[in-house]
């Protein structure tokens, strides 16, 4: 049993992952902008603004789990909402680091969240993997500091894996939600060109990913949190039409529509690469969920 402490608890992931840790006999404590102790996690207040947290939420913990940052689809990308997406990210990985040091806490591991934006919003067939270098666009310069924030944890000789997830797969909210309100309605049509791939994960395989890091010591810096599996925006689009048992559409949404709807934020529904999860592979990860159309069975 180990105790762990988990930033951004009560989003999509941080809820799935907590249910997973209790269930597996972990004693389980989030970060919160509110303090409600009496939660089914209990939950200690940080305040990224003022650069404060709790003490009392750090003691005794074996491991973090930083899932915090604000949600990049949320709204276009205005300056001031760049600087939100960011400072959730960086400046909460500094806070961490910084309180981790002053109370000397014997971390085990710090395990922390990024995201397959570290490559850059394109559409490439190149296969890209954790040793490439990060893209020069908005979100692989998020991703880069968002890591460098991390790298803190290393510097005090703290286990360190960063997690570049792709799109998590769940009916519970995120993309998937999304997409699936028009097939049900009927439209099911790929967006773009939809020759854009969307490297995707089980929410089930995410979560089992994050404890399997956890629990082996092996696991050390980034890795690719995607399905094995290549898809593209016009296959992904026909696949989802198919469980639902709606009828697929052939006409694409046209870019200059999602352009004017999200601004620059749409390069990350219009561009998408292939990313390799073959090095989490090789260290014994095993996917529950590596094909879409089991997922689509077992979600829908």
């Known amino acids: 049993m180990s105790n762990v402490l988990i930033t951004g608890g009560s989003g999509l992931v941080g809820t799935a992952l907590s249910t997973l840790l209790a269930e597996q006999g972990h004693l389980v404590k989030h970060l919160s902008r509110t303090r409600n102790l009496s939660a089914a996690f209990p939950a200690y207040e940080w305040n990224l603004n003022e650069g404060t947290a709790d003490d009392e939420a750090f003691h005794g913990i074996d491991y973090i789990f930083h899932l915090a940052g604000a ?12 600087k939100i997406i960011t400072d959730s990210r960086v400046k909460s990985g500094e806070l961490l680091a910084k309180k981790v040091k002053e109370l000397n ?18 559409t490439s067939e190149k296969i890209f ?3 490439d270098s990060a893209a020069d666009d908005f979100l692989g310069t998020v991703c880069k500091k968002w890591e460098d924030s991390s790298q803190k944890f290393q510097d005090m000789s703290i286990r360190t894996v960063l997690m570049r997830t792709g799109v998590v797969l769940t009916l519970n909210g995120g993309a998937l939600k999304k997409l699936y309100t028009p097939v049900k309605l009927g439209i099911a049509t790929p967006i773009g060109s939809g020759k854009q791939y969307m490297p995707w994960i089980h929410i089930k395989d995410l979560c089992k990913l994050y404890l399997e890091v956890m629990n082996k010591d092996t696991f050390s810096g980034p890795y690719n949190a995607v399905s094995p599996e ?3 925006n016009n296959t992904f689009i026909k696949k989802l039409a198919k469980s639902a048992k709606r009828p697929f ?5 046209p870019s200059f529509i999602i352009h004017l709807l999200f601004g620059e934020m749409s390069t990350i529904i219009l561009n998408g690469s292939r990313i390799s999860s073959l090095i989490a592979v090789k260290q014994g990860f095993e996917f529950e969920y590596a094909d879409l159309e089991k997922t689509f069975d077992d979600l829908i």
Request: charged share 20%; net charge neutral.
């Open 71 to 82: 949600n990049i689809s949320d709204g276009k990308w205005t300056n001031d909402r760049k």
């Open 249 to 253: 559409w052939p006409l694409n949404v």
């Open 129 to 131: 993997n954790e040793t």
């Open 230 to 232: 290549h898809i593209d």
């Open 105 to 122: 806490t014997p971390l085990k591991a710090f395990i922390a969240a990024s995201a397959t934006g570290y490559y850059g919003s394109l």
